[in-house]
C-alpha cells in the first residue's frame, strides 16, 4: 500500500514515469484542459460536480508524493470582466499548504497567453482537470529531483 496521500492509478503511474523539470498542470474547472495540452501529455478528469474536486486537495495529494520545484499560477486580468485589484484568495491557500509542507516554493504569475504556450509545451506530461469554480486557480508545477 501506498505511504502518500494520492492514490489515484493513473497519476501516480504519469508522475512514477516524469523526471526532473517535467510540469504538472492543476486546472480549475474552467479550463480548456483538453486543447491546451502539450503533445506528451496525458488528461485525468476529477471534474465530478462543480466544486468536486477542488485545485487544493489535488495540491494537497501531490506535495505528499513529489517534490515541486516551481509553480506557475496564470495571471489574472486589472481589467475586463473577469478583473481582480488582488491575488485570487487560492493563491493564499496554495501559499499555505506550499509552506505546510516545508516547500519553499513561491507562486510565480505569468501571462495568460504564456502560461497557455507552456503548457503545450513537450515537457508537460499530465493536466488533472478538477471542478473547481475558483477564479484563477489553474496551477503549473514542475517537479523538482527525490531529496
Known amino acids: 500500500m501506498l505511504k502518500h496521500q494520492l492514490t489515484h492509478p493513473k497519476i501516480n503511474e504519469v508522475l512514477g514515469r516524469a523526471g526532473h523539470y517535467s510540469k504538472v498542470l492543476i486546472a480549475d474547472g ?4 483538453y486543447n491546451t495540452m502539450g503533445p506528451n501529455a496525458e488528461l485525468v478528469s476529477l471534474n ?26 496564470m495571471m489574472y486580468q486589472v481589467e475586463g470582466p473577469y478583473a481582480l485589484e488582488q491575488d485570487p484568495p487560492i493563491w493564499d491557500e496554495y501559499r ?38 475558483s477564479l484563477y486557480a489553474n496551477l503549473l508545477l514542475t517537479i523538482g529531483v527525490r531529496r
Open 30 to 33: 474552467n479550463y480548456p484542459a
Open 96 to 133: 499555505q499548504l506550499f509552506s505546510a509542507s516545508d516547500s519553499k516554493v513561491e507562486l510565480e504569475p505569468i501571462e495568460q497567453m504564456t502560461f497557455y504556450e507552456t503548457v503545450r509545451s513537450p515537457e508537460h506530461v499530465l493536466t488533472i482537470h478538477t471542478a473547481d469554480q
Open 48 to 73: 465530478l460536480s462543480p466544486g468536486v474536486v477542488t485545485c487544493t486537495q489535488v495540491l494537497e495529494a501531490l506535495l505528499s508524493a513529489v517534490h515541486i520545484d516551481a509553480a506557475n499560477t
